[in-house]
C-alpha cells in the first residue's frame, strides 16, 4: 500500500554545504500512523520535517508529500519546539491565524478556535496574550493554531523539548489522546527515546552523515502504555545501545 | 532598613518638579543679577506676561496655527514616504542593494541644506517649509523602519510559510509589519522631534510660522518674544510626544 509519506531515496543538500545533510533516506509513512524520529543533534531530523511540509525541496530523489490545500483546509502543519506564537495576538487570534489563508467564513474560523481552545483546556486563556501564558500553555495554543487547519499530517518538531517534565508528561499524554480521538498522522521529532516509544507506532532513527534512515521499529506496545513499563524501558535501553555504537 | 520614596503615588514626581524649581530660580537668579543683561537673557518671571501679550496681540496664534499645518504635512509625508520605502527595502535585499549608494549620498546631507534648492523649487511658501521638514523625517524613518523589518525573526517567517503564507507580501500585514511596530513607531516618534527642529529651520527664511517671529523679534532684540517662541515649541513637542507614547503603548500594549 502506497504511504500517505513517501520518500524514495531522498537527498537533501544546502547551497555551499560540503555534504549533504540527508542522502539516500527511504522512508514510508501510511496515513493515521503515529511516527517518531529519533537521531543525535543536527542529524537531519527538523531538516526531514521541513521537506514535507515543503519548506525545503530535495536535491535528490522523490518526496510524495501531501499536495498543497483545496482552500478549507492544509494537508500539512506544524507545531515548532519554541511555540512560536505571534505576540502580538492572543491565544485565540493565534489559533485563527493557520485559518486565515483558508476560505473559512469567519464565524466558523472562531467556532473551530474557540473549540480547539476548549480541547487543549485553554478556554479561560483564549484572551490572554502569548506572554501571560506558561510555556505549556503556549505550547498547547501551537497545537491547536495547527490542529485548526484540520491537516492530514501534523508535524511536530520536539514540541515538548523545552518544557518541564511534569507539562512534558501531561501534554504526552493530551497528545496521545487525541491521535487516539482523530487518527490523523503524526510526525513527531524527538531527543527523547522513552517519549518516542511512549507515544508512537513506529520509531525510525537517523543516523550517519549524511543522515539516513538507521532503525525503524514498530513499537507493539499495547495502549494505553505506562511510562514504567518493563518492554517500554528494555527498548529505549536497546536503541540508546545502538546510538553509541552506530551500524 | 531605609526606605527611599521616589514618588508619591497620584501625586507630581517630586523629584523632578524640585529639578526644574532648582532650574528656573537659578535662571532667574543669573537674569536678576545683571551678570547678564536682562535683554539677552530674559527673567523666566517675564515670561507669562510676554506670551499673554503675544496672544492678545495677535502673534503667537497665528505663527503656531502655520508652524503646526507646516509640521503636520511634513511629517505625515516624510513618515509615510520613509516608512513606505523602509519596508520595501527591509523586504527586498535587491532594493536595498540598488539604492544602497544613493543613500550613501544623500543621507548625510542635512535638511537645512536643501533650502536653496526649496527656495527654487516652491518659492518662498509652506510648500517650501514642508519639504524641508518631510525631507528630514523621512531619512530617520526610512533608516528605522529598515532595520526593523530586516531583523523580523525568522522563526516568525518561517511560521508564515509553514501556514500557507509563501512569499513576501502574503506575510506583510500578518507578520512582517506587527513584528517591525516596536522600531518602526521608535523611528516615528524620533521623527516627532527631528520634525520640530526643521520647522524652527525651515520658516527662519521668511515662511510665516514660529520661526519667522523668532528670526522678527531676534532682530528687535526681543529675546523674551524668542524664549516665548522656544517654550512654545517645547509645550507643543512635549504635547505631541505624550500623545503618541499614549499612542504607541496602545499599539504595542502586548509587550506588557
Known sequence: ?247 | MTVIPVSVTGGLPWRPVLGLALFLALWEAVSGSGIVPSSLLPPPSAIPGTFWREVMDGFWLPAVGHSLFHYLIGLVIGTVGGVALGVAMGMSRGLEDGLSWVVRVLRPIPGLAWVPFAILWFGVSPAAAVFIIAIGVFWINLFATAAAVRAVDPDLLELADAFGRRGTMPKLLPVILPAAAPGILSGIRTGLGQAWMAVVAAELFGVPGIGQRMTQAASLIATDIVMVCMLSIAALYGAMDSLFLAIQKRVLRWQG
Open chain 1, 1 to 247: 500500500m502506497a504511504g500517505l509519506i513517501q520518500f524514495h531515496r531522498l537527498g537533501l543538500s544546502f547551497p555551499g554545504a560540503e555534504r549533504p545533510v540527508i542522502q539516500g533516506l527511504d522512508l514510508s509513512v501510511a496515513a493515521g500512523e503515529f511516527v517518531a524520529i529519533i537521531g543525535t543533534s543536527g542529524v537531519g531530523k527538523s531538516t526531514l520535517l521541513r521537506v514535507v511540509a515543503r519548506l525545503l525541496l530535495p536535491t535528490e530523489g522523490t518526496a510524495d508529500v501531501p499536495p498543497v490545500g483545496d482552500g478549507r483546509r492544509l494537508p500539512v502543519a506544524m507545531v515548532f519546539q519554541d511555540a512560536r506564537l505571534l505576540p502580538w495576538r492572543s491565544a485565540r487570534a493565534n489559533v485563527l491565524f493557520g485559518m486565515e489563508r483558508l476560505s473559512l467564513p469567519r464565524r466558523e474560523a472562531e467556532q473551530r478556535a474557540d473549540s480547539l481552545l476548549d480541547r487543549v483546556g485553554l478556554s479561560a486563556h483564549a484572551s490572554k496574550w502569548p506572554r501571560q501564558l506558561s510555556g505549556g500553555q503556549r505550547q498547547r495554543v501551537a497545537i491547536a493554531r495547527a490542529l485548526g487547519v484540520e491537516p492530514d499530517v501534523l508535524l511536530m518538531d520536539e514540541p515538548f523539548g523545552a518544557l518541564d517534565a511534569m507539562t512534558r508528561e501531561g501534554l504526552q499524554d493530551e497528545l496521545a489522546q487525541l491521535h487516539r480521538r482523530d487518527g490523523r498522522t503524526v510526525l513527531f521529532v524527538t531527543h527523547d527515546i522513552e517519549e518516542a516509544i511512549y507515544l508512537a507506532d513506529r520509531v525510525v532513527l537517523l543516523e550517519g552523515a549524511p543522515a539516513s534512515v538507521g532503525l525503524d521499529i514498530e513499537i507493539s506496545i499495547a495502549r494505553p502504555r505506562r511510562r514504567e513499563d518493563s518492554a517500554l524501558q528494555d527498548l529505549a535501553a536497546q536503541i540508546r545501545a545502538r546510538l553509541r555504537t552506530p551500524a
